[in-house]
């Protein structure tokens, strides 16, 4: 299993990223991805995820209105379109894929996001 996060970087508060998981290794259509992020100092939170085949969504209530999880099943990717950004946004993102109870999680390397003026 191998995932791949892409797409963070510096933007000032109000400002737009779209991160991308390049996902490999598994059926990626048969699985819920999810989102979560750590800032420094602070305990990793989720911040969405994603069902795998009805496409339900949830979000961490800070977000509700400017990040949107998505996913391309057939390119094995899934995103996270983060809009209004605010410096509290700050933090490593990470892309988890959950294998269910025999296979447990997986999570990428992570990608830095900084809101910034």
């Known amino acids: 299993v191998q995932l791949v996060e892409s797409g963070g970087g510096l933007v000032q508060p109000g400002g737009s990223l779209r991160l991308s998981c390049a996902a490999s290794g598994f059926t990626f259509s048969n699985y819920p991805m999810s989102w979560f992020r750590q800032a420094p100092g602070e305990e990793r939170e989720s911040v969405a995820g994603?069902?795998?085949?009805?496409?339900?969504?949830n979000y961490l209530t800070s977000v509700k209105g400017r990040f949107t999880i998505s996913r391309d099943n057939a390119k094995s990717t899934a995103y996270l379109q983060m809009n209004s950004l605010k410096p509290e946004d700050t933090a490593i993102y990470y892309c988890v894929a959950h294998l269910g109870r025999a296979r447990g999680d997986y999570w990428g390397q992570g990608t830095q996001v900084t809101v910034s003026s």
């Open positions: 994603i069902g795998s085949r009805d496409g339900s969504t």
